[in-house]
């Protein structure tokens, strides 16, 4: 519970590494910055199995380390779908053991290399057994968003090899304006259902789950600008709305079982708890 890995995706792709959860060392994060010619590159997200085996999505790229961060090889390129003039955008990553993972995605559809189209943008599910060394569609799903809208990736999580959760943004570019859905899968990703949540107009900024029942969603309220955390304890049927007053923007959650947990919000202020946020 103390060693831990935490990276910037916002200044020059900075990873840190604690082993007392109290100080923090610089890792020497080996490998090109800006490589990436469809966007900025950065850190979006990072999944560990144990000390020194994990992975990280960097602009939508799915890099492996075997020595704790020191050095990363790239396994799986997201700006390529073979065959078409399409592209997998990745932001999220989870592995459960050293072989099984799965990546979340969305594929946007364009009329040029350089011009994108929120066209009905894809949903999809990457799967590998092999710790990702392969990756392969394991599901895929059109009509989330309209013609005027796209899917944004945020998160996706596995409880355990057959119960995941996931989430996704839906950015309308006509009136500006986002909401968020939460995806359940019981089926180890081959099909996901919509978890339904207590209130409309939602974008979620990160969700957190420490077994198949026990988990939290945070974010805000897009028509009143006011931010929430709700608490499930049947895996997301039904849910209890938890003090959010002192929220500024929340921006992650994470536990480490049902009782010890930490919000991260704005600005650069971690808060914890040690009664599962009641």
Same mark, same amino acid.
């Given at each position: 519970?103390?060693?831990?890995?935490?990276?910037?995706?916002?200044?020059?792709?900075?990873?840190?590494?604690?082993?007392?959860?109290?100080? *923090?060392?610089?890792?020497?994060?080996?490998?090109?910055?800006?490589?990436?010619?469809?966007?900025?590159?950065?850190?979006?997200?990072?999944?560990?199995?144990?000390?020194?085996?994990?992975?990280?999505?960097?602009?939508?790229?799915?890099? +492996?380390?075997?020595?704790?961060?020191?050095?990363?090889?790239?396994?799986?390129?997201?700006?390529? +779908?073979?065959?078409?003039?399409?592209?997998?955008?990745?932001?999220?990553?989870?592995?459960?053991?050293?072989?099984?993972? *799965?990546?979340?995605?969305v594929n946007h559809y364009y009329e040029t290399q350089s011009a994108m189209e929120p066209d009905n943008s894809e949903l999809l599910v990457l799967h590998t057994s092999d710790g990702g060394t392969t990756w392969n569609e394991q599901f895929s799903q059109t009509g989330l968003s309209g013609e005027t809208a796209a899917l944004e990736p945020v998160k996706i999580f596995f409880s355990n090899s057959q119960i995941g959760?996931?989430?996704?943004?839906?950015?309308?570019?006509?009136? *500006?304006?986002m909401n968020s859905i939460l995806l359940k899968t019981s089926d180890g990703g081959a099909s996901w259902s919509e978890i339904i949540l207590p209130e409309e107009n939602i974008h979620?900024?990160?969700?957190?789950?420490?077994?198949?029942?026990?988990?939290?969603?945070?974010?805000?309220?897009?028509?009143?600008?006011?931010?929430?955390?709700?608490?499930?304890?049947?895996?997301?049927?039904?849910?209890? +709305?938890q003090n959010a007053a002192f929220l500024d923007g929340p921006a992650g959650i994470d536990f480490v079982d049902e009782n010890l947990g930490w919000i991260a919000t704005g600005p650069a202020i971690i808060l914890s708890t040690t009664s599962g946020g009641e």
């Open positions: 519970e103390n060693t831990g890995l935490i990276g910037s995706s916002f200044n020059d792709d900075l990873l840190f590494r604690t082993n007392d959860g109290e100080t *923090w060392e610089k890792v020497d994060n080996k490998h090109l910055i800006g490589d990436n010619e469809y966007g900025t590159s950065r850190i979006y997200e990072m999944t560990f199995v144990d000390m020194n085996t994990g992975w990280k999505v960097y602009s939508s790229d799915i890099y +492996r380390t075997s020595d704790g961060g020191q050095n990363w090889t790239k396994q799986f390129v997201g700006q390529n +779908r073979p065959g078409q003039n399409q592209t997998y955008f990745v932001k999220s990553i989870h592995f459960n053991d050293a072989l099984e993972g *799965w990546a979340l995605a959760f996931c989430s996704i943004n839906i950015r309308d570019y006509a009136s *500006w304006k979620i900024a990160d969700f957190e789950f420490v077994n198949d029942h026990i988990g939290w969603v945070i974010g805000s309220n897009t028509a009143n600008e006011t931010s929430f955390i709700y608490k499930t304890t049947d895996g997301g049927m039904t849910w209890v +709305r």
